[in-house]
């Protein structure tokens, strides 16, 4: 019996944490354009509801200079919003870590801004609790090139796996042969908007192709 672990992520074993999504901390991020790092938080809020993977989500002090999280990810289906009393790394609140803990759920995939220490954080703890993590780097953002190169060295370095939005929808879609293919489509077309080129160049194709079989 082979009991070595998936290198693939189980979406009926994940949960999804948004961390630290913050409209005062967007304004610092310069590893990212901030519309694209927007685009890709928003589409992993959309990719949970597909897959019903639980969502949690937390803010540092909102009611400061941080901001409050960004639209895209409060009051999304299927999350909890959990609040801290001023502990930078969300995994320090205990509510936080009771929360994922009731899921049942052992893989999770984090995001945060900052990537250097609200994603970085949480991460090297979950690590250490047993969790497989998976961070998704370009949904986390922070203030410079030099600190995310040398944070996603240490999470890796770690035990964490990096993966960008992209290829995570793709993951945890898996086949084109599902009866939610259309909204797989609509992502892409949203995280890669010259995606949706090729999905109009294909429906004109296709329509041509009918009206031909149809003479």
């Not at 310069?30 to 019903?52: F, G, M, S």
């Not at 009611?63 to 960004?70: A, D, K, T, V």
């Not at 969300?90 to 870590?97: G, K, L, M, N, R």
């Not at 929808?169 to 939610?180: H, Y």
Request: glycine content about 4%; hydrophobic content about 40%; proline content about 6%.
């Amino acid at each position: 019996m082979n009991n070595q672990k998936s290198t693939f992520i189980d979406p009926t074993d994940a949960a999804l944490l948004l961390i630290d999504h913050q409209s005062g901390l967007f304004q610092t991020v310069k590893d990212l354009d901030v519309p694209t790092l927007r685009r890709n938080v928003k589409a992993l809020a959309k990719l949970a509801e597909i897959a019903k993977i639980p969502v949690i989500t937390t803010a540092s002090v909102p009611e400061g200079p941080n901001g409050p999280l960004i639209p895209e990810v409060t009051n999304l289906p299927n999350s909890t919003h959990i609040q801290r009393n001023g502990e930078i790394n969300a995994w320090d609140t205990p509510d936080f870590v009771k929360t994922i803990e009731a899921t049942g759920r052992k893989t999770l995939i984090i995001a945060g801004t900052w990537s250097s220490v609200c994603m970085a954080f949480p991460t090297l703890s979950a690590l250490e609790a047993g969790y497989t993590v998976y961070n998704i780097v370009d949904a986390s953002g922070t203030v410079s090139n030099v600190a995310a190169d040398i944070t996603l060295a240490r999470v890796v370095q770690a035990g964490a796996i990096p993966v960008d939005t992209v290829a995570l929808v793709s993951e945890i879609q898996k086949t084109w042969n599902r009866p939610d293919a259309a909204e797989f489509a609509a992502l892409y077309s949203e995280l890669v908007p010259n995606y949706r080129l090729v999905i109009e160049s294909f429906e004109r194709a296709y329509e041509e192709g009918q009206k031909t079989e149809n003479k």
